[in-house]
């Protein structure tokens, strides 16, 4: 009898940790984490307790099993960015850790995202970044936040000669999710027009103001449509998802990859998997 290809089982099986990793995480994303570690499928921080217990027993399997604060964080900030099933309110609430090795993990989440694209205007940005994640309610981790994303689209858009600091960025981040519960919570009776919305950033780029068709274009958008900070539903398909997808084909995670020789020997698990409810349905 066939067996199936080793990188197949093993990728499979891979999954298969990974699925319960997810689950852990989303109830406590702490605890999440050291799962993964545990079963190792992330690298542990070098110097800590379990890297020491895993080097007496001599179960490292290489040096990448071990790794310093900084590339651990970098590894952490991407797993968030595309393990699929993660909850995005754990997301959030993680990434507003005050601790510095939270922090760091936030700057690498936020470094994932690619602002450079000519497509991805600051409110396309802005409502990319916040639909990735759940924003915690504590507002010093808004601002951990938001300061993060200040920070990082800046960083790419120096070529656009729109914001003259990182600050300027992050301030007019902070005025956007203003304006987007000033204009869609019926609480607030006294909408802001967009003369007023110009009018509160006067001098914010550093002493200097943005341009103003440059803010009326964010005003209008936020305007027409919310920012979705909420967690949306599965049916739920904004046009920053096919801007991520289209971000994503770029990327060697986003090519087409060809099925190794064998793949078909598990399309018996895939019928025994499927066809009683098929048969029910």
Known sequence: PHSAPPSAVFEKHVKQKLAVAVEHFNKDPKKGLQYLQAARLMPLLAGSPAAKAAAEAGTHAGPRDVMGEDDLAVVLGRFLRVCPGLDKDAIGELLGEPAE??????EAYTRSFDFRDPAVTFDA??????????????????????????????????????????????????????????????????????????????????SEDF????????????????????????????????LGMHQTSRTPRGQ????????????????????GPAVHA
């Open 256 to 275: 087409m990859v060809h099925a190794d020789p064998g793949r078909h020997l598990f399309d018996t698990t895939m019928f025994r998997l499927m066809w």
């Open 101 to 106: 090795f939270y922090i760091k993990i936030l």
């Open 125 to 206: 940005g802005i409502r990319l970044y916040l639909e990735s994640f759940r924003l915690p309610g504590e507002a010093q981790k808004i601002d951990r936040i938001i300061n993060a994303f200040g920070r990082h689209y800046f960083n790419e858009n120096t070529a656009r000669n729109i914001f003259r600091s990182a600050d300027a960025a992050y301030v007019l981040a902070y005025s956007v999710i203003m304006l987007n519960t000033d204009q869609h919570n019926k609480q607030v009776k006294n909408k802001m027009t967009v003369e007023s919305f110009r009018r509160n950033l006067r001098g914010v780029n550093d």
């Open 211 to 242: 341009p103003e068709d440059f803010l009326s274009e964010i005003f209008y958008s936020i305007v027409n449509e919310p920012l979705k900070l909420e967690t949306a539903s599965s049916m739920d398909v904004s046009e920053q998802v096919f």
